[in-house]
């Protein structure tokens, strides 16, 4: 397989192995997600305001950099390099062959769209139209890492058309009991006919990458990455958390911390069937502890959940950063036996991401390892 001696400038083949380099994302420029087929964005607590259009406030957009800078000191403290993207003017409409949309989202999550597997960066194909463009912060680093070693691959994912056809937006007016009786066919915002991922719903363990089915990755994104992936010598397996009734990125719900450790939400269990190729390989599920904020407590913009609190990011197999407040799952994770780091980071909440999701990582220690023989 493509397994380097682990000396690529790209080279991270799991989410815990020690880091050396890194991306961490910027609120620059950043708007407001718009309502379209792959998302209908809510006012928290209250659905039947409009949401805003157009850019985000300047002092929303300057307390998340904040944070975000905060978590880079705290990064090139430890030796690690970080990267920033470039700056982007995301309050341009979009208009392809297909659809119009108009304006784009923000770099504050490289993570959705950006993942490197092992020397391989590769550019998701992304889900949603304010998000089509959203490798373009990145461009200037991916170039400069395949210009600098030969070694490096980079990949581009089939774009898909995002035409209506692409999506099912009775979806988002299904009744909590239609999607209770349909949380086993795993049919979202998305249909099947397309390529559709992004890379935020990857999980990396060596060899073995793991893919959760989502609204933003359908069963013909996963049957790309397999035999993108599988010849390459790596192994793909979708997963599925059927509770989650609007599954977008597995980084919420399924964490792993280190070989043999993952984090897992409780609201959000594996699907039974699965859970074997993990059991079976003498790993350990351990599950969060509920978040200090609840969902309502989230920020009022903010479209992700209050499992935020477990979107940490691994720095080594014994070094994890987490979020300041979230002090049951510091507890946690020192009892295991964690050096545990922290950040402010609620006011990056509001862009949809917590540290994991803000961050895409280039280079950590190691090679490929099998860790389900
Ligand atoms: O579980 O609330 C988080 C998405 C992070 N990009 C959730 C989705």
């Known amino acids: 397989m493509a397994n380097g001696d682990g000396t690529a400038v790209v080279n991270s083949w799991n989410e815990w192995d020690t880091l050396r380099e890194v991306v961490v994302g910027s609120a620059d420029g950043a708007c407001y997600e718009p309502t379209e087929p792959g998302n209908r964005p809510q006012v928290r607590d209250r659905p039947d305001e409009p949401f805003p259009t157009g850019p985000k406030p300047p002092e929303v957009i300057a307390k998340a950099n904040e944070e975000l800078d905060r978590l880079a000191e705290v990064l090139e403290s430890r030796g690690i390099v970080v990267r920033r993207p470039a700056p982007y003017d995301f309050s341009q409409p979009l208009r392809t062959p297909h659809f119009g949309v108009e304006n784009q989202y923000c770099a504050v999550c490289p993570r959705d769209v ?18 089509y463009f959203e490798y373009e912060p990145y461009r200037h680093l991916v170039y400069e890492y395949w210009e600098s070693d030969p070694r490096i691959s980079w990949t581009v994912a089939p774009k ?22 349909r949380m086993h066919q795993s049919e979202f915002c998305v249909t099947q006919d397309e390529v559709v991922f992004d890379a935020a719903d990857m999980n990396r363990f060596g060899r ?11 069963r013909a994104g996963i049957r790309w990455l ?41 609201d959000r269990p594996l699907r039974e069937d699965e859970v074997a190729l993990f059991t079976e390989n003498d790993w350990k599920l ?44 510091h507890d946690l994770l020192t009892d295991m036996g964690f050096e545990v780091l922290t950040v402010p980071f609620r006011n990056v909440f509001e862009f949809g991401g917590s540290l994991h999701c803000a961050t895409w990582d280039i280079r950590r220690d190691g090679t490929a390892e099998d860790l389900f023989p």
């Open 226 to 266: 397999k035999r993108h992936l599988e010849p390459r010598g790596f192994r793909v397996h979708p997963v599925h958390f059927p509770l989650d009734y609007f599954p977008s990125h597995i980084d919420c719900t399924f964490v792993p911390l280190r070989t043999g450790l993952i984090l897992t939400n409780p």
């Open 114 to 131: 950006m993942i490197t597997v092992g020397n391989e960066i590769i550019e998701a194909t992304m889900s949603r139209r304010a998000r």
């Open 208 to 218: 073995d990458i793991v893919v959760q089915e989502s609204m933003t990755t359908n």
């Open 160 to 181: 898909p058309t995002m035409a209506s056809a692409m999506y099912r937006e009775e979806f988002w007016t299904w009744p909590l009991e239609e999607r209770h009786r």
């Open 286 to 329: 351990v599950e969060a502890p509920e978040p200090v904020l609840s969902n309502s407590e989230m920020p009022t913009h903010c479209q992700s959940s209050k499992w935020l609190s477990m979107n940490v990011l691994s720095i080594s197999p014994t070094t994890v950063i987490c979020e300041e407040q979230e002090a049951p799952l």
